[in-house]
């Protein structure tokens, strides 16, 4: 059967009914990554502007995103701050996000001389998701994207509702842990 799926969550009940009577129920939701492209599809951006915060004067981006395969996209990219007292930076930078199956998702980082980071989620329905991710910073005192001292950061969060039945009855959970020079904080 082809459904029509967009981006985002799609919940899809189906009802199949036998020659005698019979009536099988069940739903699935269907997941498909808001940063993912269609298959064959590119995309591209440029910015550039003034700078709200204080760390920085002004900065400009280029953005390139492909859609490998239906459901592999991949995406590179320069970010140049320009800034008054600290030194300009330039990052490049490279991602890739994969939803190899309908309950998986994947997401990988890597930002030149600012950090790298992974993460994963498992969602088989919307009464189970459980996430995790992990950051490592590069030692810069200068960060346009993190706190200085700042090394390590990674979370893990929850979500289980027991009995669907009851859809006001459920568990959410996360735990953060943030690793700096001068220790740790979870």
Do not use: K, M
């Not at 600012?114 to 910073?137: K, Q």
Request: proline share 6%.
């Amino acid at each position: 059967i082809n459904l029509p799926v967009r981006y985002g969550e799609n919940p899809v009940d189906f009802v199949a009914y036998g020659p005698f009577g019979e009536i099988r129920e069940f739903n699935r939701t269907y997941r498909v990554l808001g940063e993912l492209l269609p298959v064959g599809r590119f995309e591209y951006g440029l910015s550039a502007g003034q700078c709200r915060a204080p760390a920085c004067d002004a900065t400009a981006n280029v953005d390139l995103r492909y859609g490998a395969t239906p459901r592999w996209t991949v995406q590179a990219g320069l970010d140049q701050f320009w800034r008054d007292t600290v030194p300009d930076r330039l990052h490049p930078y490279a991602s890739i996000v994969a939803n190899p199956t309908n309950a998986w998702a994947l997401q990988g980082d890597v930002v030149g001389r600012a950090f790298a980071r992974g993460g994963v989620r498992y969602e088989p329905s919307v009464d189970l998701r459980l996430e995790g991710d992990y950051t490592r910073f590069t030692r810069d005192s200068f960060s346009v994207f993190a706190a200085p001292g700042r090394r390590a950061a990674w979370s893990v969060t929850g979500f289980v509702r027991p009995r669907a039945s009851l859809g006001f009855f459920f568990f959410d959970a996360r735990v953060e842990r943030v690793i700096t020079d001068a220790g740790h904080t979870t």
